[in-house]
């Protein structure tokens, strides 16, 4: 059973154009995030939800928009697409908001914006 | 200021030789944790090791261990024993307590290790 799994993996899309990331985590943790890996493979946040809300947004452009419908599910919506928001994308899980538990990483979403 | 330096962008070893990659952190916080995370090709981010800003030993797991310097702010990966399976970029990453940003994790810019025959 995969811990954190996100759909799809793979993303070509237009510029211009709306899509949406898929992440759901079996591990009954109550922390999502939602990260971004660009084309020198540097790591950043974006979101993060804890139990449903919203707990913190980075300098993000405001055509991404995360959605939490419950603990386990962590949704990114991104509009009109640009050519830089072509990056790697993974959604990822902890317990609590300031322990230190480890993170579980989803298997990234690779998207492409031609 | 970084919080994460890794100041080595590749890195090459021979199989079976032990090699150490470098982090330092930077924090005002007293409450941290320092994470090593590993990101072979195929992509995914597989966690190796984690240390805690209280924790009086130096961390190990299996053929991993973190050198940990409190007062000097380093964090360094030790693997024995390297593996051809070894290959892959390391991230070295913290997490802050409450005063410093509570629960994301910051990641340095990554080392790219090459084990070699």
């Known amino acids: 059973d995969t811990a954190v799994s996100q759909t799809p993996k793979y993303l070509v899309t237009q510029m211009g154009n709306d899509k949406s990331i898929k992440c759901e985590q079996n591990l009954g943790h109550d922390t999502m995030y939602w990260y971004k890996q660009d084309s020198k493979k540097f790591l950043k946040i974006m979101f993060s939800?804890?139990?449903?809300?919203?707990?913190i947004n980075e300098t993000v452009p405001n055509r991404f928009s995360p959605k939490s419908p419950d603990k386990a599910h962590l949704n990114l919506h991104i509009n009109s697409l640009e050519l830089g928001d072509s990056a790697v994308y993974f959604c990822?899980?902890?317990?609590?908001?300031?322990?230190?538990?480890?993170?579980?990483f989803g298997s990234g979403t690779r998207l492409t914006v031609v | 200021a970084q919080k994460i330096t890794q100041t080595q962008p590749g890195m090459f070893v021979q199989e079976k030789e032990a090699v150490t990659l470098d982090c330092t952190y930077d924090?005002?916080?007293?409450?941290?944790?320092l994470f090593w995370y590993k990101q072979p090709s195929s992509g995914e981010m597989i966690f190796l090791i984690y240390q805690g800003s209280y924790d009086q030993q130096n961390a190990t797991e299996g053929r991993y261990s973190l050198n940990f310097q409190k007062a000097r702010k380093s964090a360094n990966l030790v693997i024995s024993a390297s593996q051809l399976g070894d290959s892959a970029m390391y991230f070295c990453a913290m997490r802050e307590g409450v005063t410093g940003g509570g629960n994301k994790l910051t990641f340095g810019t990554g080392t790219q290790l090459k084990v070699e025959l």
């Open positions: 939800y804890n139990n449903k809300e919203l707990i």
């Open positions: 924090t005002s916080d007293p409450s941290y944790g």
């Open positions: 990822a899980s902890s317990q609590g908001t300031y322990s230190f538990s480890g993170y579980t």
